[in-house]
């Protein structure tokens, strides 16, 4: 099999224990803060080559021990083999967090309240080559995690889509995060349809898309629209403002004031 995997141009699929605490420096916070203050890198899986679920079930390191953590860097990923990962995981081995990044910005700035408790089921993905096909098949893992987060995948207006059709319908997600991701205004809207239902995120990340001020405009109205959301954190581009601790800012504030108004006036 090794021989045809060579001959093919595909390379096996390759994982490691990360014993060497040296190498979490490139892990965000959020991952960290899953761990158990006891974990010495024994739980917490590297994939160095990533694979299906077939090969996965081979993996000495995967096997061996229980699974916290499953960290890929600089790696491309199928999507759809990836969230079949994580479900068995979760199941088999009570998988708490999955972490795929490439070494990149750490955000643990972003983070002091939401993840003063840990959360048990995480994936990050950062620069892993998604597209919009891999973003739809993400939109699976809405249902089994209770943080997402995207990075520079590209997944566009279509990967967005779907992955709020599935937000809107879902009640586990606390935090998702579709940074540089390449969507508009038409994303955008579609994640505003989603947060006018959505009950449980409490922390959402859209920097590095064009959204345009409509698009901000419907996100502010749909928030209004819906009481029980539960959002605290809306991080956006400056020039569209956002949400701190509850607190509303920049043009996303100027949009509720203008809602307030309207519906006064009529």
């Known amino acids: 099999e090794a021989m045809s995997a060579i ?7 390759a994982c490691k224990k990360m014993m060497d605490k040296g190498e979490w420096e490139y892990m965000p916070q959020p991952v960290l803060d899953s761990l158990s ?3 010495d890198g024994s739980g917490v899986v590297r994939i160095l080559v990533h ?21 890929v860097m600089d790696e491309f990923v199928n999507g759809s083999d990836l969230v079949d990962i994580v479900k068995h995981y979760r199941t088999v081995s009570k998988l708490r967090t999955v972490g795929l990044l490439r ?29 919009v096909s891999g973003g739809k098949h993400m939109a699976r893992a809405v249902s089994e995690v209770e943080t997402l987060y995207l990075q520079g995948n590209l997944i566009k207006d279509g990967g967005v889509k779907t992955m709020a059709a599935a937000l809107a319908a ?8 579709l940074c540089s991701e390449g969507f ?20 959402l990340d859209i920097r590095g898309n064009d959204i345009t001020p409509e698009g901000c405009k419907e996100i502010a109205y749909a928030l209004l629209r819906n009481p029980g959301t539960r959002l605290q954190y809306l991080f956006m581009d400056t020039k569209y403002g956002g949400i701190v601790k509850g607190e509303w800012q920049g043009l996303l504030r100027a949009f509720k004031l203008r809602f307030a108004l309207e519906e006064h006036t009529f």
């Open 7 to 13: 001959q093919s141009g595909k390379r096996p699929m």
């Open 37 to 39: 203050p006891k974990e």
């Open 51 to 71: 694979g299906t679920l077939k090969e996965a079930t081979t993996q000495e390191a995967l096997q061996r021990g229980s699974v916290n953590c499953i960290v």
């Open 103 to 131: 070494m990149h910005q750490i955000y643990s700035r972003w983070y002091p309240s939401v993840c003063s408790e840990p959360f048990p089921n995480q994936v990050f993905l950062r620069n892993c080559s998604l597209g």
């Open 170 to 177: 879902n009640d586990n997600l606390n935090v998702l995060g």
């Open 184 to 203: 508009g205004c038409l994303g955008a809207q579609a994640i505003a349809t989603a947060l006018q239902s959505n009950t449980r995120l409490t922390l």
